[in-house]
């Protein structure tokens, strides 16, 4: 079955430092959403791409959807403390289930 | 803004209890969704319904089942719990537009 992988597990930095987490498929996908889940807390949607090398931008966040829609990253510049959290993404394959397999998270652990 | 109501967000229950977890959204989304979220493992797929009285697998059902018989209202029903289904567990509605899953906050449920 499809699988979607996110790299790194665990990423620590500093305030101000910038932090990428890495989504890839097995399968190509229709669309990739990215979630933010914050400590206690539940999934927030964040985002969703659709077009082949879309690119959005929310203020400090960045996300890509790679070309061949099988990959999509999620940049954050000058991180705060209110980053914190697990960054998952989300994606149903291309013509098969509408239903969307979510990545396992990276879990973002910022130190002031 | 949509809403996505779980039950009760702590809950013991014991071995072989029969135990119901619900789930009430105020959007009139079609589709409806029962996840677990286990530390290292990300969020997995129980069930989901797509539509009153309708429902399908996910990518672990067993030891569950869903009832749907209003559109606002999905429930999970652990037939008789056991000690590996404590977990987080997480409901979601979508419309399947763009704007990705809306959660709860989560059931977390403990079998002793």
């Known amino acids: 079955g499809q699988q979607v992988m996110q790299i790194p597990q665990y990423q620590h930095v500093q305030e101000g430092e910038d932090f990428t987490t890495y989504c890839n498929s097995s399968?190509?996908?229709?669309?990739i959403q990215w979630y933010k889940q914050r400590p206690g807390g539940h999934p927030v949607f964040l985002i969703q791409?659709?077009?082949?090398?879309e690119v959005k931008k929310q203020k400090r966040l960045t996300f890509q959807f790679g070309e061949a829609k099988k990959n999509s990253s999620l940049h954050i510049t000058a991180t705060q403390t209110t980053d914190v959290g697990t960054y998952f993404c989300?994606?149903?394959?291309?013509?098969?289930?509408?239903?969307?397999?979510f990545g396992r998270g990276t879990s973002l652990i910022v130190h002031p | 803004d949509v809403k996505v109501t779980q039950s009760s967000r702590y809950l013991v229950k014991r071995t072989g209890e029969k135990v119901f977890l619900e789930c009430v959204q105020d959007?009139?989304?079609?589709?409806m969704f029962w996840y677990r979220q286990d530390p290292g493992l990300g969020l997995r797929l129980i069930y989901f319904?797509?539509?009153?009285?309708?429902?399908e697998k996910g990518d672990i059902p067993e030891g569950y089942s869903v009832s749907r018989e209003k559109k606002e209202r999905f429930s999970l029903i652990l037939e008789s719990a056991s000690t590996n289904q404590t977990s987080m567990y997480l409901c979601?509605?979508?419309?399947?537009?763009?704007?990705?899953?809306?959660f709860g906050s989560g059931t977390r449920l403990t079998v002793v």
């Open positions: 791409l659709v077009k082949s090398g």
């Open positions: 979601a509605s979508s419309s399947g537009g763009a704007r990705g899953y809306t």
């Open positions: 319904s797509y539509d009153v009285k309708m429902k």
């Open positions: 399968t190509t996908l229709s669309n």
């Open positions: 959007m009139d989304h079609e589709n």
């Open positions: 989300a994606g149903p394959p291309t013509g098969g289930s509408y239903i969307p397999t």
